[in-house]
């Protein structure tokens, strides 16, 4: 019972809710970069983060984690904002 619940409020399989978070997060982060906007004064903890992986020599990761992080910004509040609307709006 609990387990329905759970896939209602996240509208699927929390796995596959995750992964296509993810995608959209990096199709957005890759938008918003191309617009010229910078996570990065938002997220300057996470600068020395993508600064060590990068002095490992992985270029890859860095980009990718940087679209995500972008598009994160704004897919993860609005995807949440939308399913605390649609269960609010089920209770009487």
């Given at each position: 019972?609990?387990?329905?619940?759970?896939e209602?409020?996240?509208?699927?399989?929390?796995?596959?809710?995750a992964?296509?978070?993810?995608l959209?997060?990096?199709?957005?982060?890759?938008?918003l970069?191309?617009l010229?906007?910078?996570?990065?004064n938002i997220?300057?903890?996470?600068?020395?983060?993508v600064?060590?992986i990068?002095?490992?020599g992985?270029?890859?990761?860095d980009?990718?984690?940087?679209?995500?992080?972008?598009?994160a910004?704004?897919?993860?509040?609005?995807?949440?904002?939308?399913r605390?609307?649609?269960?609010?709006?089920?209770?009487?």
């Amino acid at each position: 019972m609990a387990d329905n619940q759970l896939e209602r409020f996240f509208g699927g399989s929390p796995f596959w809710v995750a992964v296509r978070l993810i995608l959209l997060s990096i199709v957005i982060g890759v938008l918003l970069h191309v617009l010229g906007f910078d996570p990065w004064n938002i997220w300057w903890s996470l600068e020395r983060l993508v600064r060590r992986i990068i002095n490992l020599g992985w270029d890859a990761i860095d980009s990718v984690w940087r679209y995500f992080i972008l598009g994160a910004v704004l897919v993860f509040p609005i995807w949440l904002i939308a399913r605390l609307a649609r269960v609010g709006a089920r209770r009487p």
